[in-house]
């Protein structure tokens, strides 16, 4: 029974890493294995070195908006509550939908973060992994336009 369930798991494993391959379309910026890209512009992205979370894929899942909410809020973590006021639900004291559904993502996405996890469980709650490399287009965005400040030469700013 237990070599089964081994055959079983390895399985399921090899499937995953074969769907994941299927969306291996990388992004320039992804160097290294602990590089993430993260676009918020049309629609919530995620790529790896190992794969591609595609839009409309991670729009079926309920997870987008908590990832979202993570990625705007990077680099302090946000209890279940905090969570769940960001995202206008209950506002309730119950943190199972959020517990559930970071849950269901790491299971889902294990193999595309390097043996990390993109979100991670602190003390003060739930982030995004200041392990990984993280780069979002909102942080791009937002280092183009201060970059135009300089830039006079409107052929240059069309650029």
């Known amino acids: ?18 769907q994941n391959s299927q969306n291996q379309l990388l992004a320039d910026q992804i160097r290294n ?17 190992f794969g591609r979370i595609p839009a409309h894929e991670i ?6 908006p908590i990832i979202s909410i993570l990625t705007l809020r ?7 509550a905090a969570i769940d006021a960001a995202l206008n639900q209950s506002c309730s004291n119950d943190s199972s939908y959020i517990k559930h559904q970071v849950y269901r993502f790491r299971q889902r996405y294990s193999g595309l973060f390097c043996k990390e996890e ?20 909102v942080e791009e ?19």
């Open 1 to 18: 029974m237990m070599q089964m369930g081994y055959v079983i798991s390895s399985e399921i494993r090899e499937y995953h890493l074969l």
């Open 33 to 49: 294995d602990h590089d993430v890209v993260i676009n918020l512009f049309g629609g919530l992205e995620i790529m790896t070195k």
């Open 59 to 64: 729009a079926s899942h309920k997870i987008a």
């Open 74 to 80: 990077r680099g302090r973590p946000l209890s279940s």
């Open 118 to 137: 993109l979100i991670i469980s602190t003390l003060g709650g739930y982030m995004l992994n200041d392990q990984l490399h993280i780069m979002t287009d």
């Open 141 to 159: 965005f937002d280092r183009l336009q201060k970059s135009l400040a300089h830039i006079s030469n409107r052929s240059a700013r069309v650029h």
